[in-house]
């Protein structure tokens, strides 16, 4: 049932290859799947635009030491000025989401390998429909989870409850075959360690379909500036479990590029696709360890 767990990988943060491959096109994703050969991904991960019914953006900020004119206060009782180096924004409003998305999943079924999986990354407003969807392109006894990653960050209403988790479905092209490398699976601390005796404890349990992980600091090392970016340790799960070394991954909404990232480190290679210009001079930038192709369509 399982394509098992392949030798020799590396530690975190290092790739297992000496070269992986990460192409970034510039065009609408339909136009550029069709020029791929159904089955030509092993993976396939999106993150498309949630429809929020608003434009999406973010405001990079850079701090600078100023004692005399610094408006924020830092370690030690040091002063610095805050700069606004640029806002990058999309839009996030469709009036028939579904109707622009349907086609692109069925594109994403065509594009899978006969083993592969496919992730789309949505929230409560569009992710039932999109469930539906995703029933009748790939068949309901392909559908494997829903996970929910949750985390806790952001303002809290006062109307109802917080919504603090974003959904993620897993389907597969064939439920009798597929990759799962659960040897690659992460641990993470168990809730009350001292109910399990300390050898479980010191080893950590597997996660469930809930995935507890902060989003991206908004003043950490990993941040672009670009609206919506998912945290790389996210993704970085879902391709250790659900690829090879070597396989071929897709995302043809890559934002900020998180899915060529991780793919470039643990040694696979990537299809990067975005219509945006602000998202594709991103992915140059924060690519540019694997030597990126960028093209234009």
Known sequence: ?????????????QPTRDVSVIDIHHGDNLDVLARFDAGSFALI?????????KPQSRTEMRMVRDEEGGDRTGFQGKRYRT???????????????????????????RLLAANGSFFLHLDYREVHYAKVALDQIFGRECFMNEIVWAYD??????????AKHDNILWYVKDPANYTFNFDEVDR???MAPGLVGPEKAERGKTPTDTWWHTIVSPNGKEKTGYPTQKP????????KVHSSPGDRLLDFFAG?????EAAARLGRDCLLVDSNPEAIEVMRTRLAFAEPRVMDV
């Open 1 to 13: 049932m399982f394509r098992p767990a392949l030798e020799g990988r590396t530690t975190e943060n």
């Open 45 to 53: 991960y999106i993150d498309p635009p949630f429809n929020t019914g």
């Open 83 to 109: 700069l606004k180096i640029g806002t990058k924004t999309y839009s996030d409003v469709f009036d028939d989401y579904m109707g622009f998305l349907s086609p692109r999943l069925e594109e994403a079924h």
């Open 153 to 162: 960050y952001g303002a809290r209403s006062k109307t109802r409850w917080p």
């Open 188 to 190: 993470i601390p168990y």
């Open 232 to 239: 790389l340790g996210i993704i970085e799960r879902i391709v």
């Open 256 to 260: 900020s590029g998180t899915l060529g």
